[in-house]
Antibody, heavy 118, light 111 residues
Framework: EVQLVESGGGLVKPGGSLRLSCAAS????????MNWVRQAPGKGLEWVST????????YYADSVKGRFTISRDNAKNSLYLQMNSLRAEDTAVYYC???????????WGQGTLVTVSS | QSALTQPASVSGSPGQSITISCTGT?????????VSWYQQHPGKAPKLIIY???NRPSGVPDRFSGSRSGNTASLTISGLQAEDEADYYC???????????FGTGTRVTVL
């Protein structure tokens, strides 16, 4: 069974940093492009970042470019999102999601809440 | 890259059909077959219900169908059921500097 389990969310002050993790199981993690998608409270989905299977290609939304860094460790079946210089508008539930083709996410984690507040 | 445009809400009675539109440009919805739709119930993660414009993943009822005309994609739910009450999001690959974009989302209410 495919499982994606996010962790690392919490309360952080503006300007602070946080590292999210996503533990994958039930599939060959190293074969898939992985993604982070977020959803602010009461708002819609926002694509955040994508990393291809061997980390050859990485993409970011303009809203996080220069502040967030996506990475993966295929040996540990894990996806990461390092978030620096956090702002109030980064407050959201962060989901990791597996992509089977472009913009097609067939499995999602349960999400982890990040709250940026003083 | 701006979000794709969806109506904020659509409603229908049980058994009826409803259609949700997703309007983009020739640089996204109209230019690529990578249009997907997701269903999200409150407090839950999104679920893929349509991919590549009109394909259904296994396990998704055939009441859900997708199509496209020009720069607008559509999701049709036929034979509306109570459990279809949820938020629906379209998404597309784009040729802009940020290659992926979601729609604004549509709340479906079953009357």
């Amino acid at each position: 069974e495919v499982q994606l389990v996010e962790s690392g969310g919490g309360l952080v002050k503006p300007g602070g940093s946080l590292r999210l993790s996503c533990a994958a199981s039930g599939f060959t993690f190293s074969s898939y492009t992985m993604n982070w998608v977020r959803q602010a409270p009461g708002k819609g989905l926002e694509w955040v970042s994508t990393i291809t299977s061997s980390s050859s290609y990485i993409y970011y939304a303009d809203s996080v470019k220069g502040r967030f860094t996506i990475s993966r460790d295929n040996a540990k079946n894990s996806l990461y999102l390092q978030m620096n210089s956090l702002r109030a508008e980064d407050t959201a539930v962060y989901y990791c999601a597996r992509a089977i083709i472009e913009m097609t996410y067939d499995y999602w984690g349960q999400g982890t809440l990040v709250t940026v507040s003083s | 890259q701006s979000a794709l445009t969806q109506p904020a809400s659509v409603s229908g009675s049980p058994g009826q059909s409803i259609t949700i539109s997703c309007t983009g440009t020739s640089s996204d919805v109209g230019g690529y077959n990578y249009v997907s739709w997701y269903q999200q119930h409150p407090g839950k993660a999104p679920k893929l219900i349509i991919y590549e414009v009109s394909n259904r993943p296994s396990g998704v009822p055939d009441r859900f169908s997708g199509s496209r005309s020009g720069n607008t994609a559509s999701l049709t739910i036929s034979g509306l059921q109570a459990e279809d009450e949820a938020d629906y999001y379209c998404s597309s690959y784009t040729s802009s500097s940020t290659p992926y974009v979601f729609g604004t989302g549509t709340r479906v209410t079953v009357l």
